[in-house]
């Protein structure tokens, strides 16, 4: 690559990281801290703090009764209702959420006294998930933010002349041209996050723009291959048909898929045929509630068993996206080790931004030159 | 001149190969509609970039339009030729 091209590239690089520099550095300080969202939740609500380790003496058919005797006045009637167990991420409680004028209200329920929670005061993880996900707006523009970061990834290896002898050079300098110091640490971190950054801002980027890119490619492709969801016929309800419990369908689903913790009783009621569906996670590199056994409601006949690690590849494969973004998959350390790496783009995004304004302060000097070298 | 036509190449060019060859791995994977567009995205996610970086590391201009033109084409090859 000749000199010119290197150039343009650097301009290239720079301005992509100056044109989304603050979108992305809300987009990474948002998921790099939401990756605890769940611990900063139950720290921010009191309604949430029980112990985890007391014994479930609340089944879930009680709890659900009264949870849907504790909804708010104004609540909106819903056809799909869904109570949250008590789980890893909800130890304890059961949950139910409901639709109001207001907004949405969530209630909670002990699942050792069956006393009910005060309310929820703090939205903290929806606030979280909101700004990460789509910046308060929509999807759009964080996977725009997604495509730059792929941008400045790409011609940041590209115009990095000696990537590997200085993977580990870091020269300080307190006073003077501090320029050198911002330029090695912004490589630096840029070399070792590299593979985590590609993973996050290809995986992110899809995941944010597959709404949008889904019918592009299925344009291009001809529309071979259309959406397999399947739209099932609503009959008026037969008077008379009543729910089945569903503690035994909780039950159930545990002994049929191994290591399952039960996460989320989802019902759909309306028409002839309501169905119970006991979500759940499974372990290993696998979405959050994507496995599940699904259960007809006025039976309580199994309709199916879903384990997504007895899936095709490709399927595995699509559900194993979400926790590699957001690396639920591994615990404590690997969430932590997700913050910090998380918060490098962030890093690099001030970095090079306080390179930028060095360079522009630089640029009337004569040793412009030699300083771009240093950057390179 | 040699730069915008470089930027062309990736930009441009390069997204509408990688759009190819997203749409090719969905008409040719043996999989579920939802589970082939996963991998039809992750295919555009990191082959786009890869053009770009295509487009201008190639020693001249022509020859970054002719590898990217000839992932189109392989791509065509493999999504509508061989489907």
Request: glycine share 16%; proline share 11%.
């Given at each position: 690559m000749n000199r010119d091209n290197r150039k343009h590239l650097y301009d290239i690089h720079s301005w992509a990281g100056f044109v989304v520099g603050i979108a992305l550095l809300i987009v990474c300080l948002s998921g790099a801290v939401a990756v605890f969202s769940p611990e900063i939740d139950r720290m921010a609500n009191p309604a949430l703090q029980?112990?985890?380790?007391?014994?479930?003496?609340?089944?879930a058919d009680l709890a659900l009764a009264a949870l849907q005797a504790s909804a708010p006045t104004d609540a909106k009637p819903m056809d799909r209702l869904s109570l949250e167990l008590p789980n890893s991420r909800l130890p304890g409680l059961y949950g139910l959420m409901f639709e109001t004028d207001a907004g949405y209200v969530y209630n909670y329920l002990d699942a050792a006294s069956g006393n009910l929670r005060p309310p929820r005061t703090n939205h903290v993880n929806d606030f979280l998930r909101h700004l990460h996900v789509r910046l308060m707006y929509d999807r759009l523009p964080v996977g725009i933010v997604g495509a730059f970061l792929l941008i400045s990834i790409v011609t940041g290896v590209m115009i990095y002349k000696h990537i590997l002898r200085d993977m580990f050079r870091m020269r300080w300098r307190?006073?003077?041209?501090v320029r050198v110091t911002f330029a090695d640490f912004h490589k630096l971190v840029g070399f070792w996050a590299l593979l985590f950054h590609i993973v996050i801002a290809t995986t992110g980027t899809w995941l944010a723009l597959e709404g949008y890119l889904n019918p592009v490619i299925d344009g291009v492709a001809g529309g071979v291959k259309p959406a397999d969801d399947e739209e099932e016929e609503n009959m008026p309800s037969e008077p008379g048909q009543k729910m089945q419990p569903i503690t035994p369908m909780i039950r159930q689903a545990q002994s049929l898929i191994p290591e399952f913790e039960p996460t989320y009783a989802a019902f759909?009621?309306?028409?002839s045929h309501p169905t119970v569906r006991i979500r759940g996670n499974v372990p290993g590199l696998v979405q959050e509630n994507a496995s599940q056994v699904i259960f007809n409601g006025w039976t309580g006949q199994i309709e199916e068993i879903y384990d997504v690690r007895d899936q095709s590849f490709w399927t595995q494969f699509r559900y194993a996206l979400e926790p590699v973004h957001y690396g639920y998959y591994g615990g404590f350390w690997v969430k932590l080790l997700y913050l910090i790496v998380g918060l490098m783009p962030a890093i690099l995004s001030i970095t090079g931004a306080l390179l930028w304004f060095e360079r522009r302060k630089q640029a009337s000097r004569p040793a412009r030159r030699k300083s771009m070298e240093a950057d390179t | 001149m040699n730069f915008a036509n470089r930027f062309l190449a990736g930009f441009f060019g390069g997204t509408i190969a990688a759009l190819l060859c997203a749409a090719a791995v969905l008409r040719s994977l043996p999989a579920e509609p939802k589970d082939a567009m996963s991998a039809a995205g992750m295919t555009l996610m990191l082959v786009w970039p890869v053009l770009i970086v295509v487009a201008f590391m190639t020693e001249r201009g022509w020859l970054a339009w002719a590898v990217i033109a000839g992932v189109a084409l392989v791509a065509a090859f493999l999504g509508w030729g061989l489907a």
């Open positions: 029980v112990p985890g380790d007391q014994p479930i003496r609340i089944d307190r006073t003077g041209n759909d009621i309306q028409g | -």
